[in-house]
């Protein structure tokens, strides 16, 4: 499995183009902005997008759904527990970003997405949102806003709740094999057994 890196939006948010290298098959993860510019990234690295994934509702990382569904024709996936969250943004960002296109395929906990030879599973970690998701598969997983290199996803805004954050930050993620890269919506990667030693949020009292 590739995985790809753009940083987009005044919000610094990770998008990111994961393919399979004997294919040349790939997804979009989180177009938050930029749309043209995650299109030329795809043109240039030759890849055969075939699908749009969304790891929860929030702008930031939705933002570029319809230029990307209007230009690939492909499919967009999207956590089923966290449609309210994307389809009233609040804050008056539907203005701004226009309205959001809506899934084609509602993913929930246990649900694969394939692309070439490569398979990435759902899991459920709620608690930045009410109903946001990570994909894990290859050694990797892709934690949205739930899971950041020394850090958590914030959970003060609607849908948000720490305990319920922590308990998918625990007992979903945490339990997933040491070395597993973790690519989080936001800022570098790191890896499960580096969060486990030095995340200040993760570390007993």
Known sequence: ???????????ATNCYLVSCPETGEGIVIDPGAEG???????????LKIVALVNTHGHIDHTGANG?????LRVPLYFPEKDLDCYLNPGFGLGVLFGKPVPPDV??????????????????ETPGHTAGGISLYGSGAVFTGDALFAGSIGRTDLAGGSY???????????????????????????TTIEEEARSNPFLLAP
Do not use: C, N, W
């Not at 499995?1 to 919000?11: D, G, I, Y």
């Not at 929930?108 to 899991?123: Q, T």
């Open 36 to 46: 043209k510019r995650i299109l030329h990234e795809i043109k240039k690295r030759g």
């Open 106 to 123: 509602l993913l929930k906990e246990g649900d694969k997405i394939s692309f070439g030879r490569v398979s990435l599973v759902v899991l």
């Open 163 to 189: 305990e319920l954050l922590m308990e998918s930050i625990t007992g979903k993620l945490m339990t997933l094999p040491p070395q597993t890269l973790v690519y989080p919506g936001h800022g570098p990667a």
């Open 1 to 11: 499995m590739h995985v790809a890196t753009l940083v987009v939006s005044m919000f």
């Open 67 to 71: 230029r990307l569904k209007e230009a």
